[in-house]
């Protein structure tokens, strides 16, 4: 059963590292703004491999008499790497500032120019942990909405809950300004609409649902786009729209990842605040039990929740023909249902 | 005498499973079992996994695994604990490759073969016929950001100015790039050039020399590659995932690919098969399949990660036993992507089950039929070449409810022609059996010997070139002291026959004489023995390819007609 948060005050630890080794730019306690690089490395700009036997004419056995510089040296741009004397002098020279990687086989490499790669923070936070040539984890308090799907973008901007009237056009103020916004809609309107909202440049979207075939579409979008409770007609729930409330006008953080729940990896929407309670810096696991709030995921009940009234003890057989694991949930409009155990999300509040 | 016990683990992506084997009843058995949610990643360890399912095993049996220290008890005389232990992994997205060879036909067609195995991806070929300069090569093998690099190409004492010139490239990538872990490098090319690879690349315990894969034109040798692959994998996962090294320790053993493990588990029962066929063994599980063919020496296999496309959808929609709505289906079938935990709970939630597993079970199939042509499969024609036993093993196929429909989705999904057995691994041993086949081998043969296997019957296929309604083929049962029965077939029908427990038939094939069932000629019949299965013996005169209706109303019922006609 995966667990999924959907609450007003939440604590969040998210770690950025680097993907090779590098060097770490904070520190245990240190403040960090969304954005701001939490570690780097340098890397070349670029490769050159240079085959210095066949471009300056010169056997093999003569290489170590015409190079200028060896293996592991720094080179400045213009500084000969490599010149063969005599009446036809030929010369090769580093055209930028770099390094002689190696010098083998009649050839020499050089890696040329400097880039720098950073790992930044998605969210402002608090680091309470170093990971040594890494990167660090932040921490952060607030309100924190999980999704179901992301489109792997992320960006941050003023949260609005949206409504559209899709029978007026939209100019002339029918349609909300959604330039800048991270922008809530229920239910993610068919293709023509949808480009008709992205003509608006909102800074991502959310939706509660959306239909399947307009999966390519918004997998394409330049903008992050998260889908709340997954695919189909599905309407928001009471307990996600609750915190959808706190959001609204807030700058929040839209980090649309794809979901991974082994490597803790999901579809977010967050909003940094400070809170009166006093978290631990760890996430405790969470366990099913009576009155637990779920989300449940099987059809035909996908994205509704609903609370946990019952755990039978014994498997029992589904209309499948599998032998399952039940739990009796009586969801938001009173309908008491049983389900497999697998088929819920526990909300975490 | 106290019995020995082996235990074998199995790291996957959602769940660590533990299997232990005794002999107290003589011959090896499955003592217990037990899974635990899988700890793999970077704030874990995974012998947290490891620890909770073997403690599941201990309350089970009563039988001291662990030490104090949570240390798995190992002691090779047998005085306490196991005596040995196998360890299999399949969690982790698979390994970036780069493969490097002299051509598409002498090396890098080789050289995917290769690589099915191990859980690997591969992010870039490098071509050295290619016209790409040596600046280019380095800046593309520089992007590829691979963690594994697999050289190959060149026949023995051939040309190797070009493979000289990448082993070259590579050395600067492994020298002067800050990755984690240093990548592994497979030299399975010109065994002229190894030394030569060994002396430049300077890699110690990251370079991996194997020998030539291909030492002469139309010679291939896989199996020359797979020392060096299996420790490159170990090398790749261990930088990966913490506490790995540790786990390996304990246990004595380096990790393999849970591909590999099953792969040496379908070997073994090649070994063990007198019939002269193959074995195909099938793995579903939520994640991926895998798909492992032993034959004739050859081996065959990979694995397919799961993935959904529209036409993936279309083709669920052309195979599902129920009407259901386009829209429903493909909702369902993306919902499952996000959860891919969700369990069947409803009719419409098992008939997607399991034409999604006929969809992806065929998609595997035909990826490894894209890297190894002699596999012989085509979607729509089916298997080709003879395989008895077929095991079907993997969550998604031992947790449907009955083992007839497992019987038909394994029939429907890879078409086979003649005469074949199913079985199936409910306990899903296939990958316990493998690791632990390097450390007592004996505990496979006797294993599987065993009959822990479910048998699930018999396929006869029919293949005739006939119409719908032409007669293809007359069956006689012999079931000993009953009366024998009689049936006729024509082509499109599918018929099952049910055998009394316990009892071993005969069955007379009369194929008509444009019919082929599998027994070397067109039209020729003749006796097949048969031993109980769960579902029977199944004689398919649907022809390949299968005739389904246009109407998606009328396929899913004729869909429905053959379940039914197998027992539901």
Do not use: D
């Given at each position: 059963m995966e667990v999924v948060r959907i609450s007003k005050d939440q604590t969040v630890l998210r770690r950025y590292v680097l993907p090779c080794k590098g060097k770490v730019l904070v520190q245990i306690g240190q403040s960090v703004a969304p954005g701001e690089p939490i570690a780097e490395v340098d890397l070349p700009g670029r490769f050159q491999v240079f085959d210095v036997v066949n471009s300056l004419h010169v056997k093999p056995g003569q290489m170590e008499k015409i190079m200028k510089r060896l293996a592991g040296e720094e080179v400045k741009v213009g500084d000969v790497i490599a010149q063969k004397n005599g009446l036809f002098s030929r010369i090769f020279r580093a055209y930028e500032d770099g390094k002689v990687l190696s010098v083998r086989e009649g050839k020499v490499t050089l890696a040329l120019g400097e880039r720098k790669a950073q790992v930044s923070t998605a969210i402002p936070g608090t680091i309470v942990e170093v990971i040594p040539d890494r990167g660090a984890v932040v921490s952060a308090q607030g309100a924190l909405i999980q999704g179901a799907w992301g489109n792997g973008l992320s960006a941050a901007g003023p949260f609005q809950v949206t409504e559209i009237d899709y029978t007026k056009p939209d100019r002339n103020g029918n349609w909300p300004d959604m330039q800048g916004k991270i922008c809530f809609l229920e239910t993610c309107p068919r293709l023509e609409n949808l480009r008709r909202i992205v003509n608006r440049k909102p800074a991502g979207l959310v939706f509660c649902s959306a239909m399947p075939g307009l999966v390519p579409e918004l997998r394409g979008l330049p903008i992050p786009v998260i889908l709340l409770s997954g695919f189909g007609d599905i309407r928001i729930d009471p307990i996600t729209s609750e915190v959808l409330e706190v959001l609204d006008g807030q700058v929040v953080y839209s980090n649309a990842l794809q979901r991974e729940p082994e490597t803790d990896s999901f579809p977010e929407v967050f909003l940094p605040k400070v809170s009166e309670q006093v978290h631990g810096l760890f996430e405790s696991p969470e366990t099913l039990s009576i009155g637990s709030k779920v989300r449940l995921l099987g059809m035909?009940?996908?994205?509704s929740v609903g609370e946990v009234v019952e755990i039978p003890a014994a498997a029992e057989k589904f209309a499948s023909g599998l032998v399952l694991q039940p739990v009796v949930v009586k969801r938001a409009d009173e309908q008491v249902i049983r389900v497999p155990r697998e088929n819920l999300e526990l909300l975490v509040q | 005498m106290a019995p020995n016990f082996y235990l074998s683990v199995d790291i996957g992506r959602s769940n660590t499973r533990v299997w232990l084997f005794d002999d107290a009843y003589d011959a090896y058995s499955l003592r217990a079992s037990a899974q635990s949610p899988s700890t793999v990643g970077e704030r874990t360890d995974v012998r947290l996994g490891f620890i909770a399912a073997v403690e599941k095993i201990q309350d089970e049996t009563g039988i001291n695994l662990l030490d104090p220290r949570k240390h798995l008890l190992i002691d090779s005389e047998g005085r306490i604990g196991v005596r040995g232990a196998g360890l299999s992994l399949s969690a982790g997205e698979p390994i970036r490759t780069t493969l490097i060879g002299v051509s598409e036909n002498y090396s890098l067609a080789a050289l995917r073969r290769l690589v099915s195995l191990f859980h690997t991806k591969v992010v870039m070929e490098i071509n050295l016929q290619d016209d790409l300069n040596d600046t280019a090569q380095l800046e593309n093998l520089i992007s590829s950001q691979s963690e594994l690099f697999v050289i190959g190409g060149g026949f023995d004492e051939g040309a190797s100015k070009r493979i000289r010139a990448a082993i070259e490239n590579i050395r600067v990538v492994y020298h002067n790039l800050p990755g984690l872990a240093q990548p592994q490098i497979v030299y399975a090319g010109n065994r002229s050039l190894a030394e030569y690879a060994e002396r430049e690349l300077e890699a110690g315990p990251d370079l991996h020399l194997a020998g030539n894969i291909q030492p002469l034109e139309e010679q291939e040798d896989l199996q020359v590659g797979w020392k060096a692959m299996l420790a490159a994998f170990a090398r790749v996962r261990e930088g990966q995932i913490p506490g790995l090294v540790e786990l390996q320790k304990q246990l004595g053993q380096r990790v393999i690919p849970t591909t590999f493990a099953t792969t040496r588990t379908t070997r073994i029962m090649n070994s063990m098969n007198t019939n002269g066929k193959g074995v195909l063994t099938l793995d579903v599980g939520a994640g991926g399949v895998d798909v492992i063919v032993v034959q004739d020496g050859l081996v065959m296999g990979g694995r397919h990660q799961t993935s959904l496309t529209t036409r993936d959808i279309q083709h669920t929609q052309a195979v599902i036993g129920m009407g259901l709505d386009k829209e429903w289906l493909a909702t369902a079938l993306y919902n499952k992507q996000a959860h891919p935990g969700i369990l069947p709970a409803t009719l419409q939630d098992i008939a997607l089950e399991q034409a999604w597993a006929r969809v992806r079970i065929q998609n595997a199939l035909n990826s490894v039929a894209e890297v190894f042509p002699t596999l012989n499969y085509d979607p729509s024609v089916g298997l080709r070449r003879d395989f008895e036993p077929i095991v079907l093993s993997g969550a998604c196929l031992t947790g449907m409810p009955t083992e007839r429909q497992v019987f038909l989705t394994g029939l429907d999904s890879i078409l086979p022609h003649g005469i074949t057995t199913f079985v199936l691994d409910k306990d899903q041993l296939m990958p316990a059996l493998g690791s632990l086949a390097a450390v007592e081998p004996l505990v496979a043969i006797q294993v599987i010997d065993s009959g822990i296997f479910i048998n699930l019957g018999t396929a006869v296929s029919v293949i005739s070139p006939g119409k719908i309604g032409d007669q293809v083929i007359s069956v006689e049962v012999d079931e000993g002291e009953s009366p024998r029965e009689h049936y006729t077939l024509t082509k499109g029908e599918i018929k099952r026959i049910e055998l009394l427990p316990q009892t071993p038939a005969h069955i007379y094939l009369s194929p008509a004489s444009d019919s082929d069932v599998g027994m070397g000629l067109v039209g020729l019949g003749g006796w097949l023995s048969v031993s109980t299965g769960k579902v029977g013996v199944v004689i398919d005169?649907?022809?390949?390819p299968l005739s389904l209706p246009e109407d998606d109303a009328a396929r899913s019922e004729k869909i429905n007609d053959w379940l039914w006609e197998l027992g539901g």
């Open positions: 035909p009940y996908t994205g | 005169a649907r022809g390949r």
